[in-house]
C-alpha cells in the first residue's frame, strides 16, 4: 500500500482545520463543532471507506491464449465487481506499461461500481519480453472525496502471461564455427552419409542402381540396395546460466535481460536443429533439467516450456548448475563441445562460451 498526498488540498485542509478550531473554542456550540468533528474524521473515515472498498473488489483478467509470443497482439479482457455495500468512485487503474501495451486502456484509466455491479474492458495487448511475468492491471488507485490524498494498492488477483520469444537467427554467427561439424560423437537423425553403408534392405522403386549389392543379388537372386550409414556428429551441449533472483527483484532491466536470453537460447537450439546436430540442453527448471533437442518435433517442445520453466527452487539448485559449469571450465573432451551461455556475465566472463 502507498499513500501520496496532494500538497495544495493538503494546505488548504489544514487551514481549514485550523480555522474550524479556532472558531469552536472561541464559541462553542452544536455549530461550531459540527465542521470541526467533520474536517477530523474526514482522512480516518475515507481511508476505512477505501479499505472496505478495495476488500469486496473483484478484478479477473486473461488473455485470448494461454501462451502468446513477444511482439503478437492478442484480445485482453478485464472484469471489475464490486461486492461491497458501499459504492466505488473514480477508482483509477496502473498497468504495467514497462512490460506490455494495453492499446484501449491507457494508464490512469478512471472507473466508479455501484453496489453488486461489474464492467469489462477490453484491449488489445502486446507483450514487449520473453518470459514469465505479470501483465495488464498492476495495482488500483483511490481518493478521498477532497482529492487530499490517493491511495495505491495491488490488485489481489494478478495475471501472469507466458510468452514464447521470437525465433530469430541471432546466435548463428557465433555458433557456426568449425569444429562442431567434426565426424566424432553422436548420429544425425536427418543427415546421412554421402556413400552406401553395410545395412542392406530390398529394393524399392526410384532407389539408384549405384546403391544395389550386386554380389547379393548374384548369390540369392534378390535385389538388396545398401542403406548410407547415418552421419556422425560431435556432441553438442548447451548450459543455460540463468541468474537467480526473486521474483520480487525483477525489474524490467531484468526481464530485458531475459529476453535476450531467452530469444538467444531459442536461435541457438533452431542453428542445430536445421543442420541435423543432436543437442543437449541443461537448464534451471525447478531442478536442473537435461533435454535432447534432435528433431523440430523436440525443438518444438522445448521452444513452448523453456519460458515458464526458467526458475531456481532452491539455492542448492544454483549451487549444483555453478559447480555443472566450473567443472567443464576445468576440462576438455575432443568428442564434446560445451557452450555456457551466461545470462548475466561476470567480470571478465562473455555472454557465451565455447569450450572443447
Given at each position: 500500500m502507498k499513500i501520496t498526498f496532494a500538497k495544495p488540498n493538503l494546505l488548504i485542509y489544514l487551514a481549514a482545520l485550523a480555522a474550524v478550531t479556532v472558531f469552536a473554542s472561541f464559541y462553542g456550540g452544536p455549530v461550531a463543532f459540527a465542521p470541526l468533528f467533520v474536517l477530523l474524521l474526514h482522512i480516518p473515515v475515507s481511508i476505512i471507506y477505501i479499505l472496505i472498498s478495495f476488500k469486496f473488489l473483484m478484478i479477473y483478467q486473461e488473455i485470448e491464449v494461454h501462451k502468446l509470443t513477444k511482439g503478437e497482439v492478442h484480445k485482453y479482457r478485464a472484469y471489475f465487481e464490486n461486492a461491497g455495500l458501499l459504492p466505488i468512485h473514480n477508482m483509477a487503474l496502473g498497468i504495467y506499461t514497462d512490460r506490455c501495451t494495453l492499446y484501449e486502456i491507457p494508464s490512469e484509466t478512471r472507473i466508479s461500481l455501484d453496489v453488486h455491479e461489474g464492467k469489462e474492458l477490453l484491449s488489445g495487448i502486446n507483450c514487449l519480453f520473453a518470459g514469465a511475468y505479470d501483465v495488464g492491471i498492476e495495482n488500483v488507485s483511490f481518493s478521498d472525496p477532497f482529492h487530499i490524498f490517493t491511495i495505491t494498492l495491488k490488485v489481489p488477483y494478478s495475471f501472469r502471461a507466458i510468452v514464447n520469444?521470437?525465433?530469430?537467427?541471432?546466435?548463428?554467427?557465433?555458433?557456426?564455427?568449425?569444429?562442431?561439424?567434426?565426424?566424432?560423437?553422436?548420429?544425425?537423425?536427418?543427415?546421412?552419409?554421402?556413400?552406401?553403408?553395410?545395412?542392406?534392405?530390398?529394393?524399392?522403386?526410384?532407389?539408384?542402381?549405384?546403391?544395389?549389392?550386386?554380389?547379393?543379388?548374384?548369390?540369392?537372386?534378390?535385389?538388396?540396395?545398401?542403406?548410407?550409414?547415418?552421419?556422425?556428429?560431435?556432441?553438442?551441449?548447451?548450459?543455460?546460466?540463468?541468474?537467480?533472483?526473486p521474483e520480487r527483484d525483477r525489474d524490467t532491466e531484468f526481464l530485458r535481460a531475459r529476453d535476450f536470453f531467452l530469444e538467444f537460447v531459442v536461435s541457438s537450439a533452431k542453428h542445430f536443429t536445421d543442420q541435423g546436430i543432436p543437442l543437449t540442453i541443461i537448464y534451471p527448471a525447478g531442478t536442473i533439467r537435461e533435454e535432447i533437442i534432435d528433431s523440430n518435433r523436440s525443438f518444438t517442445e522445448f521452444y513452448g516450456s523453456v519460458s515458464d520453466r526458467l526458475f531456481y527452487s532452491t539455492d542448492s539448485d544454483y549451487k549444483q548448475l555453478q559447480d555443472l559449469i566450473l567443472k567443464h571450465r576445468k576440462m576438455s573432451d575432443e568428442r564434446q563441445t560445451w557452450i555456457i551461455i551466461n545470462e548475466a556475465p561476470g567480470e571478465g566472463e562473455h555472454f557465451i562460451n565455447i569450450l572443447e
Open positions: 520469444p521470437r525465433i530469430t537467427d541471432i546466435a548463428g554467427k557465433s555458433l557456426d564455427f568449425e569444429n562442431l561439424i567434426n565426424s566424432t560423437g553422436q548420429k544425425s537423425y536427418s543427415l546421412f552419409e554421402d556413400t552406401p553403408g553395410n545395412d542392406m534392405r530390398p529394393y524399392q522403386k526410384g532407389d539408384s542402381m549405384a546403391s544395389i549389392n550386386w554380389k547379393v543379388y548374384a548369390k540369392e537372386s534378390e535385389l538388396m540396395v545398401r542403406i548410407p550409414d547415418k552421419m556422425e556428429k560431435r556432441s553438442v551441449s548447451i548450459i543455460m546460466n540463468a541468474r537467480n533472483i
